[in-house]
């Protein structure tokens, strides 16, 4: 991008594997409901709800965990059971365009690091999300052992 952009809406989320079962499991959405606020001076008597941003970062979490699991498997080793993926998708203006950008926070405390590095690059190339959105928006992926 030219220019810094303006953040407008940000959507979390943060994803944990269920029993150590990063490689299908399922389990339950939790998302807090949320209107930014000006939506709701546009639409008064909506209720609460959760935000694209929110809803985009969260199945793309549950996809991009899923596909970890299947690049540790492909590596031959063994997720953490406190393994996590926080996401950030933000809605920003850059100059008149409105764009998405992406944050990836993974955690996988005890996998050396280098190992941790390649299955994140693995999983963004298995993952239909990351694969999707390559080249389209700016992503950053940080990874913490």
Not at 46 to 64: D, I, K, N, R, T
Request: proline share 6%; hydrophobic share 40%; net charge negative.
């Amino acid at each position: 991008m030219s220019q810094t952009p303006k953040i407008l809406f940000t959507g979390k989320t943060h994803t944990v594997v269920k029993h150590g079962d990063a490689s299908g499991g399922h389990g339950n959405v939790d998302l807090n409901l949320s209107s930014p606020n000006a939506a709701a001076r546009i639409i008064a008597d909506v209720e609460p709800h959760p935000l694209a941003e929110q809803l985009f970062a969260g199945a793309w979490s549950a996809c991009y965990i899923t596909a970890l699991g299947i690049a540790a498997d492909k590596k031959r080793v063994k997720l953490p059971d406190d393994m996590s993926v926080d996401i950030q998708v933000d809605v920003a203006q850059s100059g008149v365009a409105w764009v998405l950008q992406a944050k990836f926070d993974i955690h996988m405390p005890g996998v050396p690091q280098d190992v941790a590095e390649k299955i994140a690059q693995i999983g963004h190339d298995t993952c239909p999300y990351s694969k999707a959105t390559h080249g389209n928006i700016d992503v950053a992926t940080n990874v913490t052992t």
